[in-house]
């Protein structure tokens, strides 16, 4: 049987008012293969699934052209001048895309298929921070393959294909500090002979070679087995003028509370009783020492502090989100609550955007299989050095943005 292209065009009724224009995220954006089915994979081109992220929802339509197949994406009221979608997460899966304003408020995004595909769903909704566009491709044969008749005229005014490369996207100009958890006397948590201070130290020295080469400068609160108190890796990382911290842990919950990857971010009133017992066990390992940071706050430090933090908490929150989304995307298996809140105190720095990322619990044998398995660390490599990245671009578009 013929199949039908039903979505040609699509029209989100929205109530019009005038208002700055909307902008895309790219770094939150992605086009991915679904593996919908193994004859799919076997037999035939697979399904595409393109999500645009925007700071708000715009009215949107969507249809394909032909010769070649070609999907087009019309935003209204949608800037995006100074974005690079050529930059976008899986852009390898289109063989080209361009960019521009369209007409009458309109802009529009054109992406040349690697295949013939037929719209099978589109729709736009809102997440978190974010509103998506969702649009899934289902790939037909050359003969079911129905463009929209009337679209010959649907790419003039588009700049010229942008060049799409494997090179992975750079960041120059970011700072990361790497916290590879524990080390010294202080192994961390321990599973089948496995140390997390071993185990993070080794991630940590992988995702400094991944940040490295897409031009990330990279400095690391501990570089080998030593023990170093939290307030020295706070300083480390401050002294390195550092726009993002992350802390890495691979701690153990007692059997069949915790699995999979987790971001924290700093909440000092989280009452979840998971994060409580990481944090005690976290600040425990100073106390030995001596070295109380959270008992030096007095009231009016803490509320210069939570002052300073009106910015940099949303920020953490942001780049929390997009490791996860990168994390999900990359096929890494999470924990059933993927973002949280914790008083890790390592997490405290007022200017410094900051995570801790276990990134599996060594008391889950799968977890642990996974942390010891040198493919499962470079997708997960991956995912975070993208996820870095992508969080510091759209940041840098945001604050362009803010400055003009
Ligand atoms: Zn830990």
New binding site residues.
């Given amino acids: 049987m013929r199949l039908l292209t039903i979505l040609l065009a699509l029209m989100l009724a929205l109530p019009a008012v005038a208002q700055e224009p909307a902008r895309l995220q790219v770094g939150a954006s992605s086009v991915t293969r679904q593996h919908d089915g193994w004859w799919q994979s076997v037999f035939g081109p697979q399904a595409l699934k393109l999500s645009l992220a925007l700071d708000k929802p715009v009215p949107y339509r969507v249809f394909l052209v032909g010769d070649p197949a070609r999907l087009v994406v019309d935003l209204k009221n949608t800037d995006l001048s100074g974005d690079e979608l050529s930059a976008m997460f899986g852009h390898e899966q289109l063989h080209a895309i361009r960019w521009g304003s369209f007409q009458r408020g309109w802009s529009r995004i054109v992406m040349e298929l690697p295949d013939t595909y037929r719209v099978s769903r589109a729709g736009m909704e809102t997440q978190g921070l974010f509103a998506r566009l969702n649009v899934a491709l289902w790939p037909v044969s050359a003969i079911d393959f129905a463009p929209r008749p009337s679209a010959a005229a649907a790419l003039r005014n588009l700049p010229d294909p942008a060049q799409l490369t494997d090179t992975p996207i750079r960041a120059e100009g970011l700072v990361v500090t790497l916290d590879a ?2 080390g010294g006397f202080d192994p ?2 321990q599973a089948d002979g496995v140390n ?1 201070a071993d185990l ?1 130290l080794t991630f940590a020295q992988e995702l400094r070679t991944a940040l490295g080469l897409r031009g990330v400068t990279v400095n690391m609160t501990r570089d080998k087995d030593e023990f170093v108190a939290l307030e020295q890796r706070m300083t480390i990382a401050r002294q390195a003028g550092s726009h993002v911290l992350i802390s890495l ?3 153990a919950l007692p059997k069949g509370q915790a699995a999979g990857a987790t971001v924290y971010v700093w909440s000092p009133s989280a009452d979840d009783r998971a994060a409580r017992q ?1 944090s005690q ?2 600040e425990r390992d100073d106390l030995v020492l001596g070295m109380d940071f959270a008992g030096q706050d007095d009231a009016l430090a803490t509320a210069l502090m939570d002052f300073a933090r009106t910015d940099t908490q949303p920020r953490s929150e942001g780049f929390a989100r997009m490791l996860i989304s990168r994390m999900a995307l990359g096929g890494i298996g999470l924990h059933g609550r993927p973002v949280q809140g914790a008083a890790f105190s390592v997490l405290k720095s007022p200017d410094i955007t900051s995570v801790l990322l276990e990134l599996g619990f060594i008391s889950d044998t799968n977890d642990l299989a996974n942390l010891s398995d040198p493919a499962w660390r470079a997708r997960m490599v991956q995912a975070v050095a993208e996820g870095t990245i992508g969080w510091w671009r759209d940041e840098q578009a945001r604050g362009a943005l803010l400055r003009k």
């Fill in positions: 958890g524990h961390g948590a997390e993070v842990h691979a701690d990481l066990r976290h």
